[in-house]
């Protein structure tokens, strides 16, 4: 037998066992992380699986949840939106001055944070299908740098506090309020997560999305409306920004034009460490939802830990650089 089909015999072997360790990595990575993690900070501290701890993780998870949810959208379709935290402040900034400053309905209010949400993100689909800009990370980089400077702008630079003086109640109810040891939030982001994933799975539309993403070309000439789909999904992605932002002022009792810096890059984590590819045609609502529960973990657990802040942006960097190699890895064993 001569060297070469010695080699023509092994490399299959080769390849089969580096597609077969990226499938396993795409398929199992973040779940065996966040086991890791969760059995990781139940030995070093004491705090961590108390049920305080735990309800506070659920809460301080949900913001990141609904950016994920339009985020993977976006990303499903080869896209992005890097707008996310800068509409979460526009919308909520805009519901603080309606509720606290003009004294709305509460009720009308959130209709108008959510309403506000949609139609910032209908803006960037828009941006995307009718200026053809070449990616949407231009168009949505732009809107991020608009839809903050009006937060600016519209506040005066200011926070807007004071929704329980407003007798908003209910915003404050949605935020931060429970039922027993669950916080509301983390139900309202179980229900949602839950329509989405049938949207995903069990429509037309979510199999246009993953068609869009895994080639645009061959969606178009199957009859789908591309730029339809694009600008419902960014409208969707402004809608859970808008979502996350009702959560954030009830949590927090305020408005203010600095929320959401910097929110989209933990969200973005998340969908990626969740399964999903920056190449688009791929990512689960389940896949996600966990991402964010490992963002989140790992961000209550630097804090139990005592870990200073400048390190704990080292480690959620370091976190991002793992889920793009992540991704990098699934995408090499799917092509092997």
């Known amino acids: 037998m001569t060297n070469t089909t010695m080699i023509d015999k092994c490399e299959p072997k080769e390849k089969s066992s580096k597609a077969t360790i990226g499938a396993l990595i795409g398929r199992y990575g973040a779940i065996l992380g966040l086991l890791f993690l969760v059995i990781f900070l139940s030995i070093t501290s004491d705090v961590f699986l108390t049920g305080s701890n735990l309800s506070n993780i659920a809460r301080q998870a949900t913001v990141n949840a609904f950016l994920a949810i339009g985020l993977l959208l976006a990303i499903i379709t080869a896209g992005i939106d890097l707008s996310v935290g800068s509409t979460l402040a526009l919308a909520m900034c805009s519901m603080a001055i309606m509720a606290i400053k003009w004294g709305v309905n509460p009720y009308l209010s959130m209709v108008v944070c959510l309403a506000i949400g949609a139609f910032m993100g209908w803006i960037n689909g828009i941006l995307l299908t009718k200026l053809h800009l070449p990616h949407p990370y231009i168009a949505t980089l732009g809107t991020m740098y608009i839809y903050r400077g009006l937060s600016l702008v519209i506040t005066d630079a200011s926070p807007i506090s004071g929704f ?21 939030s983390f139900i309202v982001v179980v229900v949602v997560y839950l329509i989405f994933h049938v949207i995903l799975t069990h429509t037309s539309f979510g199999r246009h999305i993953y068609a869009i993403g895994g080639n645009v070309s061959a969606a178009r000439l199957s009859g789908i409306n591309v730029k339809k789909i694009l600008v419902i999904v960014y409208t969707l992605s402004g809608l859970m920004a808008g979502l996350a932002a009702l959560m954030l002022a009830g949590r927090t009792n305020s408005g203010f034009p600095n929320a959401g810096s910097g929110y989209e890059t933990d969200a973005i984590a998340a969908v990626i460490i969740g399964g999903a590819s920056f190449s688009g045609g791929s990512g689960t609502i389940g896949g996600t939802a966990i991402g964010v529960l ?19 942006t080292v480690a959620i960097g370091l976190v991002i650089i793992g889920a793009v190699a992540v991704d990098v890895l699934r995408q090499r064993g799917q092509s092997q």
Do not use: C, H, M, Y
């Open 164 to 184: 329980d003086r407003a007798g908003a109640s209910e915003i404050l109810f949605l935020g931060a309020g429970s039922v027993g040891p669950i916080p509301v």
């Open 294 to 312: 490992l963002i989140a973990v790992l961000r209550n657990g630097l804090v139990l830990l005592n870990v200073p802040t400048e390190w704990q």
